[in-house]
């Protein structure tokens, strides 16, 4: 997640820690919101936040790196292997970073000249380098990026980037094996197995503004408020009985009140959509409660004359009323945060306390964290991290624990 903070203000975290990607010195995993330890930044404010499968990273309004947590593969970007249990200063970087985006053990960095640097697990190609690098523990220009990028995502072993042009390029072959299962006996497109950004084909005549990606599936909302899915439709999160899209397919604006879109943001297999009314919408796999609402309209296929799509259902966006005007949304691999009227917000998947309610059941609906101010959020794969003010009105800690 990207925004602006300032201000006096702390850092919470709560979720899985197996590798101290809280930042709290340990690797206990916590149920409740604890204040990280942030002595490393000396009261930089953080603009950015994003996290991977067990790594944070912290960008800062002097585009500064800060990262902690696992580190098997490279992917804090160090200069060498190691877990890091607290914050600590990406020191190689002469570059002024504004955004990042982490797959699952990996790390994309975005320059404010419009650079993008990668670090990491490259087993699969999504540091987009070429083959010849299996990881590294130091960042590495994607030479192959020309042009000045404007928006990065990461999916779990693909990655993905919007051109300041309105082009989208994908990198990684993470998404191949579906494509393979679900295509055969049809080709997968080349661009699926490139190990160096390529342009994703079927968009030429659009102007992408930013891009998002799930574990297996992408998204990219245009200029125009349009949004294109591609990729892995196991959970019917592409909205179609097709088991996999080999090429962007426009998203019926019907689906989201006739209305253009402003925001997406994705989870493995679910999709989070905002429209220009402030309207949220979600969509995709819902056992665990990462959509928001106890049921999901989900349609059957009324025909199904391929295999493939025999148990395929289709997942429909349906608006989650409680989010209406949220001006934060950010989602971990199962589970999700929200701002809504300065509130925090939380619901899915709560085995690790990602939610943040001292439970570890499975949240529904968005519940209120209420004893928190927060300025910026984000998550990782199972944890979840917040930039807050430092102190907490007495107000909010009466919060009621769902908003009306």
């Not at 989602?331 to 309610?357: K, Q, R, T």
């Amino acid at each position: 997640m990207e925004t602006s903070s300032g201000g006096d203000c702390c850092l919470h975290s709560w979720g899985a820690n197996s590798y101290g990607q809280l930042g709290l010195g340990h690797v206990e995993d916590q149920f409740l919101p604890q204040l990280s330890n942030t002595a490393a930044l000396q009261h930089r404010t953080v603009r950015a936040l994003g996290g991977g499968g067990g790594h944070s990273v912290l960008v800062t309004d002097g585009g500064e790196v800060f990262v902690c947590g696992q580190n098997h593969k490279g992917q804090l970007g160090l200069g060498y292997i190691g877990d890091i249990l607290t914050f600590r200063l990406c020191p190689c970087l002469n570059k002024r970073v504004t955004n990042v985006a982490c797959g699952w053990d990996f790390t994309l960095l975005l320059t404010d000249c419009g650079q993008v640097l990668a670090c990491g697990s490259n087993a699969f190609g999504q540091l987009g380098v070429g083959p010849t690098v299996t990881h590294s523990a130091d960042l590495l220009s994607i030479e192959c990026l020309r042009e000045q990028v404007v928006s990065i995502a990461a999916g779990l072993r693909h990655s993905l980037a919007v051109t300041v042009s309105g082009c989208v390029h994908q990198w990684g072959t993470g998404l191949f094996n579906q494509a393979k299962r679900a295509l055969s006996p049809h080709p997968v497109p080349p661009y699926l197995s490139s190990k160096v950004p390529v342009l994703v084909p079927g968009l030429e005549q659009k102007t992408a503004h930013l891009v998002t990606a799930g574990s297996a599936h992408c998204v990219c909302l245009t200029g125009d408020g349009d949004l294109l899915v591609w990729g892995s439709n196991k959970h019917g999160q592409l909205t179609t009985t097709d088991p996999f899209l080999s090429s962007p397919t426009i998203l019926k604006c019907s689906l989201l009140g006739g209305e253009k879109v402003i925001n997406v943001w994705s989870g493995w297999t679910h999709i989070v959509a905002q429209t220009e009314s402030g309207r949220v919408f979600t969509w995709g796999r819902g056992d665990y409660g990462q959509l928001g609402q106890q049921g999901a309209s989900r349609q059957k296929p009324e025909q199904q004359s391929e295999p493939e799509s025999r148990n395929m259902e289709v997942s429909l966006p349906e608006e989650v009323k409680v989010l209406k005007g949220a001006t934060q949304i950010a989602c971990g691999s199962e589970h999700n945060l929200a701002i809504v009227g300065g509130f925090l917000l939380s619901w899915g998947w709560n085995e690790h306390g990602m939610c943040g309610d001292g439970s570890q059941t499975n949240m529904f609906q968005p519940q209120v964290i209420s004893s928190l101010r927060p300025r910026l959020i984000g998550c990782g794969a199972g944890h979840s991290v917040a930039v807050c003010a430092a102190a907490t009105v007495s107000g909010l800690n009466s919060a009621p624990s769902t908003l009306p």
